[in-house]
């Protein structure tokens, strides 16, 4: 019903279109008016709004920073933020006077300048003082936005120092997990061929892979039985054989991992970074203290995302196969966010995803919680006595066997089965 | 090699245009440039539709996400939005469509393929194409990518959905996204022959330029527009060719194992085998291309401009000289800025410094020719034709999008603005704005010379000022959504308490998004009608300079009746001071000890 | 009819002269097709494991071939502007011949990567079946991996105590793929090149060819050229950058 409505009103709008091109056509073939001459009452129209749209130009954009400069992202909560927020607005003041300048000058002559069959258009085909000012000045400008510029991009993306609080974000479809080094202050080996439910990031520790090599050998033990003892149709046989063919590879892989491992623990004794994950906290909760530089490691486990902490400033793409690193200071604590910037009880930091990443990327998020450094200590105390629970599984399941899986039937939130937290 | 070379038309044109040719010839497979460059066109306006279909679909969930409506349902069906609600897959894969459609069939295929073909041989004075048969095989190369693209919209999974940038992991794994499957592979032979026809039609762009000029046209006689379409060719021909490498090597990431782009990945429960390659490695091959892309996208458009604002303005366009070296800048540094779409992938802080300096000199091109263009029209004498507002639009847009770009390309600040919806913003007005003003100028001005009738000014003039209105209305709140924080391609905000300010702004930008598309029934409706029933055109309806305007109305093989016209001045002596006319046709041969400019 | 603005000569000219320009281009694109790839090999080595192969010798005798096939050609090329169909339509079928020795060595050649297990889809490093350092080289972020007992060290190594053999068999054999996608993609024009010179001998052969016109002639002859000098650049690439 709804259909033929829109259809019919789409139709009529059509056709009224139509029969208003008409009637002007036979006004105008009438009074022996061809299309190509403008009349002086149609160019006076023309000049008219020329002059009246800047008007409504100007004044949308007044309207939307009045109506919406507010819900802008608050004061930056970051060293580099505030710096880089500087940056930005001494840009924007240059080039809101550029963007003034040209259009009232584009609209101005747009308008004053219309047609009139007394006058003639002047003849000024060049003049190179004019062009030498309009390529220096804007080089000039330039010059002063690239040095102010890559002054800071260096300030940002110089080495952390070795003191920094490290914290490993880890990404993937479509969830944030955060990992802390524990006691030891050193972050662990990790490891893709590792990752199973009870160890999502892999984490590499002789423990770990002595775990997974037993899950693979029942599993590899379990198929052998069926095989050896089921009667099964063909093609399920075969695709069971394909099954066991491929996790001994996969377990093949591990044992390679594992031998790596030991030679390198054979090597280096107590510094193996293969002896450092054990006490690693993994933790669907990111914390940050205050006033210390952070250094984050971004991995992904699947496909690329991007860190973006839009309050701090700060983003990096998360690459599969690659660690990228973005070091910060956090100036702000959520508590003084809530009280003195934003005004709000409920306001939290958040990491979201900003790099295309499938369905549920609108909702690939992890709050974070910026503290000063003595609750940091305490929430870090805190962390390291409990051990780490893996999250159910649900995020598991491949995308492409449930082709428009359960968001189809219930709309958009919903979509909470992975829902960090 | 030989054999596709060897056809000849040469020069028996005009002897024999008289000869009644086959349906088939003369409108399927048809060599001549006119006749080709009304197929493009006609097919760049479907697909247009397609893609802003495809617009007003995510516009209506960013607005009010999760409603159904009876639009949505009736263009994707129960299977992609049931009860009307979009699902999240299909929203991404009509982000990715929309993109891919606009950025290469209507912005470079409709646009280049159109006004290069139509005007090239009209503009230096040429019977033809350097080879009509290369030309037709452009058209059918496009066409057939048109079809497969569209077919792909049809495939179990879905089309395409991992962006119109297909960065790999995403596009490689259909584990990871159901687009990834037959609809990743349909794009990818899609843009395969894409690339082929832009390549064929570009080596035929820059032969006819360089090779067939009539006498007295020498190269800075040329009109702007075709310097414009002579640059943009040689950008496609040094950039396609490695999008296509690119696209190739993902095509065996995708069906052979290599790992050229894949390395320690773990999805679906299983560790993949893939080891040792890199996904960024797939971006600087693709941004390679990808920059010159935007020039590919934008140069025919502000050649189109500079040509209709002087023609309008009754003026000579000013710095001729300086608007070529611009071109010609912004071509050569378009290949030596690709970085600034990585700069937060990890790179060398160093090698991003390199970029953004590069970057950021595109700027000084980009403003000679926007004060050009403002003092074309000072004094000018100007007639406000649809044509010429949509130039008069595209220098606004061009304006207002380029100084966004200034922020982009600073690396410092697009940590924090990076695929926000500030690019968005940023891209659509300066790109897809720009451009697709620079097409419709192109479409209004020279309708004439394509049909040989005249279109509709009063539904031009609604056209277009219902169209820049809503250009701004919907591209330029957008800035404010991005400066919020708010991420691109994003299905609903209303999982983030954070966007809850802004969201309001999606509703407005929808609204007017609606209101802009409607505005394009107006213009289809006007150029199909004109098509048909519209008043006869004149042999020079705007007194313009340039050649076209001196080939007859009727379309005739060959072009001129009579022998090939001769050039004697540069195409911009509107208004010179001791001539009767305020125009001097190209073909009028300098007075005794006149200047020539 | 009034006298054209050109004359038919000038026509003609102007004809060939673009015909000759398009050739160039599409050389140029496919330069820039393979410069893209190669410049895609050059990012991928750096860094990591890679394996440094080396090119079957039969890679060496197309070399031969192609290189005699743009003599041939030339010769042809050379009767053809003389008018003497007869003589090239001989030279272009000896390129032929020629051509086809080339396609037949280049076979010979992803045999012999086969038979060393380097396939189009790869292989784990560890599964190469040839002999170490005549036939392959492993490499750790540019250094070569020596060789005991079984075991791959890496140089420094001295005493043996970290062999990378668990590694080893993790990593994928990238370099095979971009072996064969540069000499398959190579391959491919060839075949375009084959056609060609199968078009030029039916003209040749029909007396099609005069001293005036013989840009068909011209741009087969030049693909031809073309592909050997892309050939020898492939080489040169594949000898040198490891």
Redesign the interface.
């Known amino acids: 019903m709804t259909k033929l409505l829109i259809l019919i009103v789409v139709v009529l709008g059509i056709l009224a279109i139509a029969q208003l091109a008409r009637v002007y056509e036979l006004t105008a073939r009438l009074r022996g008016k061809r299309e190509e001459d403008i009349s002086a009452a149609d160019n006076r129209m023309n000049a008219l709004l020329m002059w009246l749209f800047p008007v409504a130009y100007f004044g949308f954009f007044i309207w939307l920073v009045a109506a919406y400069g507010d819900k802008m992202l608050p004061l930056a909560a970051s060293e580099h933020g505030v710096e880089t927020d500087w940056l930005l607005n001494f840009n924007w003041i240059i080039l809101i006077i550029a963007f003034v300048i040209t259009n009232v000058l584009l609209f101005y002559f747009a308008g004053k300048y219309v047609f009139s069959k007394d006058r003639r258009a002047a003849w000024y085909p060049h003049n190179n003082k004019l062009e030498l000012i309009w390529t220096v000045i804007p080089a000039a400008v330039l010059a002063v936005i690239i040095i102010y510029g890559l002054n800071t991009w260096n300030n940002i993306t110089g080495p952390a120092s070795p003191d920094a609080v490290v914290v490993e974000l880890y990404a993937k479809q479509f969830d944030w997990t955060a990992r802390y080094p524990g006691a030891d202050g050193a972050l662990g080996a990790s490891d893709f061929r590792l990752i199973n439910g009870t160890n999502p990031l892999g984490i590499v520790t002789p423990e770990s892979v002595k775990l997974r090599l037993e899950e693979m050998d029942a599993e590899i033990a379990e198929m052998d039985s069926v095989l050896a003892h089921s009667v099964l149709p063909d093609t399920k046989a075969a695709e069971l054989k394909a099954r066991l063919e491929r996790s001994r590879r996969q377990q093949a892989r591990v044992v390679n991992l594992r031998t790596v491992m030991e030679q390198d623990i054979k090597e280096k004794g107590e510094a193996s970074v293969y002896l450092r994950g054990a006490d690693d906290i993994v933790t669907k909760e990111f914390h940050l203290p205050v006033h210390k530089e952070v250094k984050l490691v971004i991995r992904s486990r699947d496909i690329i995302h991007s860190a973006y902490i839009p309050h701090l400033r700060a983003q990096m793409n998360a690459v599969p196969g690659m660690t990228t690193t973005f070091k910060m200071v956090p100036t702000i604590t959520t508590d003084s966010m809530r009280t003195a910037v934003v005004m709000d009880d409920t306001f939290d930091f958040v990491l979201l995803c900003n790099k295309i990443c499938g369905a549920s990327h609108y909702n690939m998020q992890m709050p974070l919680t910026v503290t000063t450094a003595d609750e940091y200590s305490a929430w870090m105390a805190e962390q390291m006595k409990k051990p780490f629970q893996a999250p159910p599984a649900p995020a598991e399941v491949p995308a492409a066997t449930v082709p428009a899986d359960s968001t189809t039937a219930v709309p958009a939130n919903a979509q909470a089965a992975v829902k960090t937290n | ?3 596709t ?2 056809h ?4 028996a044109h ?2 024999h245009h008289h000869h009644e040719e086959s349906f088939i010839s003369k409108y399927i497979f048809s060599h001549d440039h006119k006749m080709i460059s009304k197929q493009f066109l006609i097919t760049a306006i479907v697909m247009a539709w397609v893609a802003v279909i495809m617009s007003l679909i995510f516009r209506l969930q960013l607005a009010w ?4 409506f ?2 949505t349902n ?1 263009f994707l069906g129960d ?2 939005a ?2 009307g ?1 979009l ?4 929203y ?1 894969a009509l982000v990715t469509i929309h993109g891919t459609i606009m950025v290469f069939f209507v912005l470079t295929g409709g646009l280049s393929g159109t006004f290069a073909n139509l005007l090239i041989p009209l503009q230096v004075g040429a019977r033809d194409m ?2 009509g048969f ?1 030309n037709m095989l452009s058209y059918w190369f496009f066409f057939l990518s048109s079809v497969i693209m569209l077919a792909s919209l049809f495939v ?3 089309p395409a959905s ?2 119109w940038t297909i ?1 790999p ?2 596009s490689v ?6 687009g ?2 037959a609809g990743m592979t349909l794009w990818l032979v899609s843009m395969t022959l894409f690339i082929a026809s832009s ?1 064929i039609g ?3 762009y ?3 330029i ?3 000029r ?2 007295g046209m020498k190269m800075t006689r040329l009109p702007l527009t075709m310097w414009a379409l002579f640059i943009t060719a040689v950008l496609g ?10 696209a ?2 993902l095509l ?1 990431d995708r069906s ?5 782009y ?10 993949l ?9 797939f971006q ?2 693709f941004w ?1 291309l990808g920059h010159p892309e935007v020039y590919i996208v934008l140069l025919p458009a502000l050649g189109i401009t500079s040509e209709i604002i002087a023609t309008n ?10 608007m070529i070296g611009s071109i010609l800048a912004i071509g050569f540094l378009s290949f030596i800025v690709w970085g600034h779409h990585m700069f ?3 790179m060398n ?1 160093f090698l ?2 390199v970029f ?2 590069t970057t ?2 595109i ?2 091109p980009s ?2 020719k ?6 074309t ?9 649809p044509a010429m ?1 949509f130039s ?1 639009g595209l ?2 847009t061009f ?2 999008g380029g ?2 770009g ?2 982009l390309a ?4 697009d ?2 603005v ?3 919806y500030f690019v968005v913003a940023h891209f659509h007005i300066v790109m897809g704005m720009s451009a697709i003003f620079g097409m419709f100028a192109g479409i209004y001005h020279w309708f ?1 010379k394509m049909y040989g009738k ?6 031009g ?1 609604a056209h277009f ?1 219902i169209t ?2 809503c250009a ?2 919907v591209f ?2 957008m800035h ?1 959504i991005g ?3 708010a ?1 691109r ?10 966007f809850n ?2 969201v309001d ?1 999606n509703v407005l930008v929808t609204v007017f998004a609606i209101i802009g598309a ?1 505005a394009q ?2 213009f289809t ?2 150029f199909f ?1 004109s098509i048909k029933r ?2 006869k ?2 042999q020079n ?2 007194k313009s300079n340039t050649l076209e305007w001196t080939t007859p109305v009727e379309h005739i093989h060959g072009n001129w009746p ?5 050039v004697h001045r540069w195409p ?1 002596d ?4 001791g001539k009767a006319e ?1 125009w001097v046709s190209q073909i009028t041969p300098l007075e005794h000890d006149e200047e020539e ?1 | 009819m009034t006298q054209d603005t050109f004359t038919p000569q000038e026509e003609q000219q102007r004809a060939i002269r673009s015909r000759k320009l398009i050739t160039y281009l599409i050389l140029f694109a496919i330069v820039m097709f393979f410069a893209g790839l190669t410049s895609a090999y050059v990012v991928s080595m750096s860094g990591g494991y890679w394996t440094r192969i080396t090119l079957p010798s039969a890679f060496l005798y197309s070399t031969v071939f192609i290189v005699l096939g743009s003599v041939t050609v030339h010769l042809g090329l050379m009767a053809g502007r003389k008018g003497d169909n007869k003589g090239a339509a001989l030279w272009v079928a000896l390129t032929l011949v020629l051509g086809l020795g080339f396609t037949w060595s280049q076979f010979e050649g992803w045999k012999d990567l086969v038979s060393k297990a380097i396939s189009w889809s790869p292989n784990r490093m560890s599964k190469l079946t040839g002999t170490y350092g005549t036939d392959y080289v492993f490499q750790k972020d540019g250094v070569d991996l020596v060789l005991e007992n079984g075991n791959y060290y890496l140089p420094t190594d001295v005493d043996g105590l970290r062999p990378l053999n668990a590694e080893l068999d993790e990593q994928k054999d990238r370099t095979g793929p971009y072996l064969y996608a540069l000499t398959v993609l190579h391959m491919a024009h060839l075949a375009f090149g084959l056609l060609s010179l199968l078009v030029m001998l039916g003209m040749a052969l029909r007396a099609r060819y005069t001293k005036e016109d013989h840009v068909g002639l011209w741009a087969g002859a030049m693909y031809w050229h073309f592909l050997g000098g892309l050939w020898v650049y492939l080489l040169l690439f594949l000898l040198f950058v490891h």
Do not use: C
């Open positions: 090699m030989g054999a070379i060897a000849t038309d040469g020069h005009a002897a996400p999760g409603e159904g009876a639009f009736f299977k992609w049931p009860g609600v699902d999240p897959n299909m991404l350097a080879s290369l179990e999974g879905g991992a962006g960065y992991p995403l794994l259909p584990q990871s996204i159901p990834s499957g390549l570009g080596l035929n820059v032969a006819t360089l090779n067939l009539t006498k021909i040094l950039s396609f060719p490695v999008l296509l490498s690119a190739l090597l065996m052979m194992g290599t790992s050229f894949l390395s320690d990945i773990h999805i679906a429960g299983e560790a085998e893939q080891t040792g390659g890199s996904p960024v490695l600087h091959l390679f303005a009754r003026k000579a366009i000013f710095g001729y000289r300086a937060v992938t990890g802080p991003g410094s953004v300096f950021l000199l700027a000084i403003a000679v926007v004060f050009n263009y403002i003092t029209l000072w004094r000018g004498n100007i007639i406000f034709t507002l008069i220098v606004a304006i207002a100084l966004t200034i922020i600073d690396s410092a600040l940590i924090n990076h695929d926000t004439p005249m279109m509709n000014t009063k539904l003039y000022w820049f209105v701004f209305g330029f709140p404010f400066l919020a924080g991420p391609r994003y299905y609903s905000y209303s999982e983030f308490p954070m300010g802004v702004l409607l029934v107006i409706y006007n009608y519209g008043p055109a004149v309806p705007w009579g022998p090939l016209p001769v911009y509107y208004s010179k001071p305020d400019h």
